[in-house]
């Protein structure tokens, strides 16, 4: 069967189902024509990856059961545990949050430094919040695709620019301008409409994140 129809079958994206493929979760057969051909394994994996990434659990994990290097029982009880820690770092913040809302105080009076040195000891013992010094990677990669699109496109005006420099020079056929012209031209702005698509998936938190997967 084709994508589009395992798209409808399990109800994810043409771009999770590609992800998978490329993490090793699913391996479809290809037909001689080159394109790839979904079986009813196939639809049955991504379903099982479907529900273990809708309870939470990571791409790496899954990997894992579907290898054999661990039960799915050890797996879901493993995730279990962060899911535990991960309750408790919530617990922690929703404590402070309490705190200062009990406090009544404006930002002007708000105790910062004791409540920072008191967030500080919980992560000393082990509670997960916020990490603050995160780095935002759509930053470098929306400067990454700028890079690459500005460099791809120079890479097609440069023809352009040397036949229009070339016929001030001598007589050079009206096809070989038009070909060294006008295919680089546009394909110059079919690259920049694909930049600002990229940028705009970037921005908008794009799916090829696996902890959104």
Request: aromatic share 6%.
């Amino acid at each position: 069967m084709k994508i589009k129809f395992v798209e409808e079958l399990v109800g994810i994206t043409r771009k999770n189902i590609r992800f998978y493929e490329e993490q090793g979760l699913i391996n479809p057969r290809r037909a001689e024509n080159g394109y790839r051909e979904y079986e009813e394994a196939d639809v049955h994996r991504l379903m099982q990856v479907k529900l273990l990434r809708k309870l939470g659990v990571p791409i790496e994990e899954i990997r894992r059961v579907f290898d054999g290097k661990t039960s799915l029982c050890d797996c879901l009880e493993h995730h279990q545990d962060e899911l535990e820690r991960q309750k408790e770092g919530l617990t922690k913040m929703q404590t402070v949050s309490d705190q200062i809302i009990a406090s009544r105080v404006s930002l002007e009076n708000l105790a910062t430094e004791s409540y920072l040195d008191q967030i500080e000891q919980m992560e000393k013992e082990g509670m997960d919040f916020m990490d603050v010094g995160k780095k935002d990677i759509r930053k470098e990669k929306r400067l990454g695709a700028i890079i690459a699109g500005i460099l791809m496109i120079l890479l097609m005006l440069v023809p352009a620019a040397a036949i229009i420099w070339a016929t001030k020079v001598e007589q050079v056929p009206i096809f070989v301008i038009l070909v060294f012209t006008v295919v680089p031209i546009v394909l110059a702005i079919c690259i920049l409409v694909a930049l600002v698509g990229r940028i705009k998936e970037i921005e908008g938190g794009e799916e090829d994140e696996a902890s959104k997967y």
